[in-house]
């Protein structure tokens, strides 16, 4: 049966790879074959797990939730045990085809969640070589359809030079955007707001790639739920809650640390995070803007805080309604994407234990009949379509 959104294109702005157990070890010189990651069986935990010098990171089947019959943070045993859309590439184009989604934007799960595996590491090279293979490995993957799966960069942001090779390397390759930390400071870096990474804005800004921060990308572990005394589903409920709310600090930083005035043809993303927050957050960063005399205190800032949103910030939506309306409504549809998470615990994929839609479901019943043609048009294709460069 036909409805109204098949008349629209819909590109899915946040998705993840589930990584395959070779990737690391197919791709970096023998010399590390014992030291990159690498899934083992883990019989204490009875299931799969990522391991990088012999220290745990994740279960792999953790970012591989969708249609699982149990709550996260049980997850399937084995990453063979799920949809093989979650790491299949063959597979997840028809799964988008089911889904009826136009392009899909690939994010990693080890390489973006438990970045310290490899910022920890001692030797520089082998650091070095494991960012370039994950970024090999999601061009592979997207190469069966690259107008359909759009892959994000993962830098080795502990070096700016290296950042900046490894951006202008993965741009060369077809890569849409880079995935950025929200607090580089937790790996003992420059703060966010420090003009340290201005070289980088300058590089990605000139590639015409967007900086992307997606949740949880300073997590060291905590994807795994493990148990804080209120019993680990929770927990793992509760982290997931502290990770969405994480991105506003991230976006005042880019604000109010002059970073968006000084780059100002540079799209940045909050991804996984929600979008009912942003108005709130606005006009609070409005009001403590001249409150607390920041356009005297620098007076090169020509916009507003909200200003500066709306001509380079955006924020992902999936599983809200109410408050993704009033968000609409209150800032105007051109700075809103959707998003689906998948295979993630938290997304739009049916399954017997979650309350989930598929995303034409989802959007059907909580969006499509709300909304006039020209803001479903913008916030479900026009708008990330401008930004990931998709034709």
């Not at 030291?35 to 935990?45: A, F, G, L, Q, Y």
């Not at 950042?163 to 849409?176: T, V």
């Not at 148990?227 to 991105?247: K, P």
Request: hydrophobic share 40%; aromatic share 12%; with cysteine.
């Amino acid at each position: 049966m036909t409805t109204r959104l098949d008349e629209f294109e819909i590109i899915d702005t946040d998705t993840h790879v589930a990584e395959p157990p070779d990737l690391w070890t197919s791709r970096v010189p023998k010399k590390w074959q014992d030291r990159v990651p690498t899934i083992k069986w883990d019989e204490s935990e009875e299931r799969e797990m990522w391991y990088m010098d012999d220290q745990p990171i994740a279960p792999p089947g953790i970012f591989a939730m969708a249609g699982h019959d149990k709550y996260a943070p049980d997850c399937p045993k084995r990453l063979s045990d799920a949809d093989p859309a979650s790491w299949d590439s063959k597979a997840r184009i028809a799964r988008m085809d089911l889904d009826g989604i136009r392009a899909q934007v690939l994010y990693s799960n080890v390489a973006l969640f438990s970045t310290h595996t490899f910022s920890d590491s001692s030797e520089g090279q082998l650091r070095l070589e494991c960012v370039r293979a994950y970024n090999d490995f999601q061009t592979e993957f997207a190469s069966v359809a690259p107008e359909r799966l759009l892959p994000m960069t993962v830098l080795p942001f502990w070096s700016i030079e290296e950042s900046l090779e490894e951006l202008k390397r993965c741009r060369e390759l077809g890569h849409r955007g880079i995935a950025f930390s929200q607090e580089p400071a937790a790996y003992g870096l420059p703060r966010l707001m420090s003009k340290h990474w201005d070289p980088l804005w300058a590089a990605t800004q000139e590639a015409g790639m967007s900086v992307n921060f997606h949740v949880a990308a300073i997590s060291d572990g905590a994807m795994m739920g493990t148990d804080t005394g209120i019993g680990s589903h929770a927990t793992y409920a509760n982290q997931s809650v502290s990770f969405f709310m994480s991105n506003a600090k991230t976006m005042a930083g880019l604000i109010f640390g002059g970073i968006c005035h000084r780059f100002p043809e540079l799209d940045f993303v909050s991804v996984e995070s929600g979008v009912g927050w942003i108005p709130t957050s606005i006009a609070f960063m409005d009001w403590q803007w001249i409150n607390s005399g920041v356009y005297q205190e620098h007076p090169e800032y020509d916009l507003l805080p909200s200003e500066y949103f709306k001509r380079q910030i955006y924020g992902c939506f999936w599983m809200e309604r109410e408050t993704a309306l009033h968000a609409f409504e209150q800032l105007g549809p051109n700075n809103f994407f959707f998003e689906s998470d998948f295979p993630h615990g938290t997304c739009l994929a049916p399954g017997p234990a979650t309350t989930a839609s598929a995303p034409r479901d989802y959007l059907a019943q909580g969006l499509a009949q709300d909304l006039p043609d020209d803001v479903l048009r913008k916030v479900l294709f026009e708008n990330a379509a401008r930004v990931y460069s998709i034709v």
